[in-house]
């Protein structure tokens, strides 16, 4: 754990992808929050520079979102938080040659405990919703690039994601419906490159 004062990081046994957790200062009238400042996060090793905030709401528990990645050279890694509601938040290596390949980390996000999700680039992400109306905001260090915007199925079986609800309970997109498995993808990024 490494901490500048206002931000906390926690590692995972996955090398790359952060927890934060942010200093909120509160009184009768509720609190304050730096969410992101450059200086705290190079103080705790998160260096990237952010171009483009995204922000997405979802009406119903069980919504997934995910597993998504862009390809290089439009690759992005994210930061992401909740405003309303509360995730499960996941990303998974797909950073070829890796010694964690294929597996996980996932956090749970919530209003209330304003943690925030750092995923580097060589990560899938995606996210399910565990309450209604959950608002979502994330910092992206690439601009969205539809040609090289790719996805993995969110139930892919070799993966064994923790997801709260099963198949028949989620609500998805017709394009995360019909997402590929891991191992049916072509290289999408080398480890240590």
Same mark, same amino acid.
């Given at each position: 754990?490494?901490?500048?004062?206002?931000?906390?990081?926690?590692?995972?046994?996955?090398?790359?992808?952060?927890?934060?957790?942010?200093?909120?200062?509160?009184?009768?009238?509720?609190?304050?929050?730096?969410?992101?400042?450059? !200086?705290?996060? $190079? %103080?705790?090793?998160? =260096?990237?520079?952010?171009? *483009?905030?995204?922000?997405?709401?979802?009406?119903?528990? #069980?919504?997934?979102?995910?597993?998504?990645?862009?390809?290089?050279?439009?690759?992005?890694?994210?930061?992401?938080?909740?405003?309303?509601?509360?995730?499960?938040?996941?990303?998974?290596?797909?950073?070829?040659?890796?010694?964690?390949?294929? !597996?996980?980390? $996932? %956090?749970?996000?919530? =209003?209330?405990?304003?943690? *925030?999700?750092?995923?580097?680039?060589?990560?899938?992400? #995606?996210?399910?919703?565990?309450?209604?109306?959950?608002?979502?905001?994330?910092?992206?260090?690439?601009?969205?690039?539809?040609?090289?915007?790719?996805?993995?199925?969110?139930?892919?079986?070799?993966?064994?994601?923790?997801?709260?609800?099963?198949?028949?309970?989620?609500?998805?997109?017709?394009?995360?419906?019909?997402?590929?498995?891991?191992?049916?993808?072509?290289?999408?990024?080398?480890?240590?490159?």
């Amino acid at each position: 754990m490494t901490s500048s004062g206002n931000q906390t990081a926690t590692r995972f046994a996955v090398a790359g992808p952060v927890l934060v957790a942010s200093r909120r200062f509160g009184d009768h009238r509720g609190f304050f929050v730096e969410s992101y400042s450059a !200086r705290d996060f $190079a %103080a705790i090793g998160i =260096a990237d520079v952010f171009v *483009q905030d995204n922000h997405s709401r979802s009406e119903q528990a #069980g919504t997934v979102r995910g597993l998504h990645f862009q390809l290089a050279p439009h690759g992005q890694a994210k930061l992401v938080r909740v405003l309303r509601g509360a995730i499960l938040d996941i990303a998974v290596d797909i950073r070829r040659g890796s010694p964690t390949y294929g !597996r996980h980390v $996932a %956090a749970e996000l919530t =209003a209330e405990n304003g943690h *925030q999700l750092y995923v580097p680039v060589g990560f899938a992400h #995606g996210f399910c919703t565990l309450v209604p109306e959950t608002e979502v905001a994330y910092k992206v260090t690439d601009y969205y690039a539809p040609e090289c915007d790719r996805g993995i199925a969110w139930n892919d079986p070799d993966l064994a994601l923790p997801w709260p609800f099963g198949p028949e309970a989620v609500q998805l997109s017709d394009k995360d419906r019909r997402a590929p498995r891991l191992r049916d993808i072509p290289p999408a990024f080398e480890w240590g490159i």
